[in-house]
């Protein structure tokens, strides 16, 4: 009983982490596009307020995950996909910090990337969603 509870609080800490993950990129998008200052400064504050809302969701999911891997941790240690499902968390991580350091950039100097390059960034949670549910529900290997 004690692991569907963390699974389902794993899930639920993931969803809310990735909807975040989803929509500030997309913030970005919108930032990069527009030149008036006044609006250019309500999306940095959408931006950080969004960032300091979903950071602890990432936490959350990563803390719930281990908590879910320790039960069963002679299982896992051994199963390929959950070091490649791992290996893309980490990936994940690395994605969220650097959406930190896009807000600073977005800040200082919001003109130093396109649009163009915000919406192709937007999309490689996506990827890394799908390969992480593929790699959790199917367990390749195993």
Not at 76 to 92: E, P, R
């Amino acid at each position: 009983m004690l692991m569907l509870w963390l699974k389902a609080f794993h899930i639920i800490f993931m969803v809310c982490w990735f909807a975040g993950i989803f929509y500030l990129p997309r913030l970005f998008v919108n930032h990069a596009m527009v030149e008036d200052t006044a609006i250019r400064a309500q999306l940095l504050l959408m931006e950080r307020k969004l960032y300091r809302f979903i950071t602890p969701f990432m936490f959350l999911t990563i803390g719930f995950g281990i908590a879910l891997a320790s039960l069963n941790w002679a299982y896992y240690s051994g199963a390929i996909w959950f070091h490649i499902k791992v290996s893309l968390v980490a990936l994940l991580v690395i994605y969220h910090f650097y959406c930190g350091r896009c807000i600073r950039l977005l800040e200082s100097d919001p003109e130093s990337r396109s649009h163009v390059f915000y919406r192709v960034f937007n999309e490689l949670p996506v990827l890394i969603l799908f390969a992480a549910v593929l790699l959790a529900v199917l367990k390749p290997g195993a």
